[in-house]
């Protein structure tokens, strides 16, 4: 171009020209401009807005919470110009700034006038969780999220849009609080009138579990709650209603009771379906053996459920024929099924009176032809009370030792009793075997002689022993036999002449001689006699020296015998 065309250009046309230029290169700052990509690395965007440089923006901003980046080269956006050519000649932009611009105006105009906007949870926070409305970060407090608060875990809204209405806006601090509570309500007074139109007792409805507690389930019918009481969810028996109902579950219920002033309802599930107890099977008759499956234990018996559908009871006495049957939990577990027989039917409390041991023969009636009295056995403790032991005999029959029969030593019995315990073997005998009251009486002590008939097969009554004194008091001396056998005299028994019978003429550790004169059974001890060997020497002294004719005294008799024993 030479010079001439040069100065062709008019000065208004180098006005315009220069005007032109400065339009499309300057960049005023803190405005939202189009920008285009010309780059993409090491997750930097480099945008071009027209100015004397570019500027960068990090790729994280060009996608919201939870989604993958979508950019190319040569794609427009809207960015916020922070500042042109600062020190280090770089002009700073924000894809977010001027996405949260711009999408601000549109919130502020929702809160202002009571629109629903649509955010989508991306994080659980504290007390909460954080929504994305469009870029521009809100807070969705935990209160807010549902009127019906039947979500189980706050886990399942996330990265999922949701109808909001904005509670409170503060652009000073950048604060945006939402509600979806606030458009439940809205929701939920609508479809309450509806519901309330239409519903009379009867009514078969729609609803959603809401609540479970131990006496009932809460059921969110839309609009407005009913408890279904765990007496009207099954026609048997449950423990919970969690057993049957699951959170939030969509379930049918039956309008039982509608109380239109307090807008209370009581529902029912089992109305559903007929009533078993109507029309009973045709296996559930009075003596007849059927199949029930254990439901549930206790310190009494077992509960039972017939066909699926019939409750039924077992008291612990029913479960053996043990006399002392040991806890249920040692004879069944829960979900086993037995066979059982039916002794009653109980329409009235709508529970059926089964038993176990029924279905098997008596043992006691068979019993003696596999036992009899004085048999030994080898057998263990079952149980142990203040009184005894009992331990295993035969089959599901107990015998029991009582305390008194563990020793013939009567001292030795508690101390004995006190170190057993459940378990351990033992040898018994059979002592006594009563049917009809299903009693077996059995010993331990009786597997060995009793000391006390020994000694009185050697030494019968009347026969004289010796012993030494281990005890005097004022109306006794106590007198030991042997090691096993003890005797006593009492003071009348010491002499023949009454006042020889002081017992402070004896003294312990003195040996003594006396006579056998009764068997005390009850505390097992001699009854002896000292008075008795002086009656017995007076009549051999008058059968071997006196006579009727002789004239001599008596006094004369015994005085010459006492000094020729002198």
């Known amino acids: 171009m030479d010079n001439t065309s040069i100065n062709k250009i008019s000065n208004e046309d180098y006005e315009k020209l220069i005007s032109k230029t400065f339009k499309d290169t300057f960049v005023k700052e803190k405005t939202i401009v189009s920008g285009k990509v010309i780059s993409i690395e090491n997750d930097l965007v480099t945008i071009d807005v027209g100015s004397k440089s570019e500027g960068r923006i990090p790729l994280s901003e060009f996608h919201r919470p939870g989604q993958k980046p979508e950019i190319s080269v040569g794609e427009s956006f809207e960015v916020f110009i922070e500042n042109v050519d600062n020190s280090n000649g770089e002009t700073v932009l924000s894809r977010e700034k001027a996405i949260k611009q711009k999408s601000w105006n549109s919130l502020q105009d929702s809160f202002e006038n009571n629109k629903v906007v649509t955010g989508i949870p991306f994080n659980r926070v504290k007390g909460g969780m954080s929504v994305d409305l469009n870029g521009v970060i809100a807070f969705l407090p935990g209160s807010q999220i549902d009127t019906r608060q039947i979500l189980k875990d706050t886990k399942e809204l996330l990265n999922k849009p949701l109808d909001l209405m904005i509670l409170k806006m503060d652009k000073f601090r950048g604060n945006i609080v939402v509600s979806r509570k606030a458009i439940s309500e809205v929701e939920l007074k609508e479809q309450r009138e509806e519901l309330l139109s239409t519903i009379k007792e009867g009514s078969v409805v729609d609803g959603k579990v809401k609540n479970l507690t131990d006496y009932g389930a809460f059921i969110d019918l839309g609009g407005m709650d009913g408890l279904v009481h765990i007496t009207d969810i099954s026609w048997t028996k449950i423990n919970s209603p969690s057993e049957i109902l699951n959170l939030g579950e969509n379930i049918k219920v039956k309008v039982l009771k509608f109380d239109e002033e307090l807008s209370r309802l009581s529902l029912g599930i089992k109305q559903l379906t007929e009533n078993p107890w109507d029309n009973l099977d045709e296996d559930i008759i009075i003596d007849k053996n059927v199949s029930a499956k254990v439901n549930s234990l206790n310190d009494t018996g077992i509960n039972l459920l017939i066909n699926e559908k019939y409750d039924a009871v077992m008291t612990l006495n029913e479960l053996s024929w ?110 006594e075997i009563n049917v009809e009251k299903e009693r077996i009486s059995l010993g331990i002590k009786q597997l060995e002689s009793d000391p006390m ?114």
């Open 453 to 566: 008939q020994d000694f009185l097969n050697q030494h019968p009554l009347k026969s004289k022993i010796s012993g030494k004194i281990i005890e005097v008091n004022e109306k006794l001396v106590s007198i030991q036999v042997n090691d096993h056998i003890v005797g006593t005299i009492k003071k009348s028994n010491l002499s023949k002449d009454k006042s020889e019978q002081k017992t402070e003429r004896f003294a312990i550790g003195e040996q003594v001689d006396s006579v056998i004169i009764s068997v005390d059974q009850k505390s097992r001890t001699l009854n002896l006699s000292i008075k008795e060997i002086e009656i017995q020497d007076e009549k051999e002294a008058l059968s071997k020296y006196g006579s009727s004719d002789s004239g001599a005294s008596l006094g004369e008799i015994l005085g010459s015998i006492l000094k020729k024993k002198d």
């Open 322 to 431: 043990l006399k002392k049957p040991p806890h249920p939990s040692k004879l069944v577990s829960v979900d086993e099924v037995l066979n059982v027989k039916i002794l009653e039917i109980d329409n009235e409390k709508k529970k059926i009176i089964c038993s176990l041991k029924q279905t098997k023969l008596n043992p006691w009636d068979k019993l003696k032809e596999d036992i009899n009295v004085n048999d030994v056995l080898d057998t263990e403790i079952v149980n142990i009370v203040d009184f005894g032991i009992f331990v295993k005999v035969h089959d599901e029959i107990d015998g029991m030792v009582h305390v008194s029969d563990l020793s013939w030593d009567e001292k030795e019995c508690q101390n004995i009793l006190d170190n057993f315990k459940k378990g351990d073997k033992v040898k018994v005998k059979i002592l």
